[in-house]
């Protein structure tokens, strides 16, 4: 039998520690996160993300991300510079495998990710 999942209240979810952001150009920039579930073959992982404002490169090229932002605002632009798009509360973003590009958070940041490497 497969059970039924229901995640309330993502704004208020705890989250783990924050941490330095691997990928920023922004010194001092934080980000911290939780898994809430991943599916039995692991490729795909559903969790809430949050990050402090700054400049981060990010690269989906293993898998796709799909991205509900919860709170917060940022402009995310494709690699070669063209496409930003500005993203903010009650937005889904879509990250399609293979896409590389930058995130410039403007506000802290909440989101709820999907990430399909299937």
């Known amino acids: 039998m497969i059970d039924l999942l229901v995640f309330k209240d993502l704004a208020a979810q705890a989250l783990g ?3 330095d ?3 920023t150009l922004t010194e001092g ?3 911290a996160a939780t898994i809430l579930w991943t599916s039995a073959d692991e490729t795909t992982k559903l969790g809430v993300w949050e990050c402090t404002p700054g400049h981060f490169t990010a690269d989906r090229t293993k898998g796709g991300e799909y991205c509900h932002i919860i709170a917060g605002r940022a402009s995310v632009t494709n690699a070669d510079g063209n496409g930003t798009k500005e993203v903010g509360p009650g937005d889904l973003l879509v990250l399609p495998q293979g896409w590389t590009g930058e995130w410039i958070v403007h ?3 909440r989101k709820l990710f999907v990430i399909d490497a299937a």
Do not use: V
């Open 21 to 23: 952001k691997p990928t």
């Open 29 to 31: 920039q934080q980000e």
């Open 107 to 109: 506000e802290p940041m």
């Open 17 to 19: 520690p924050f941490g």
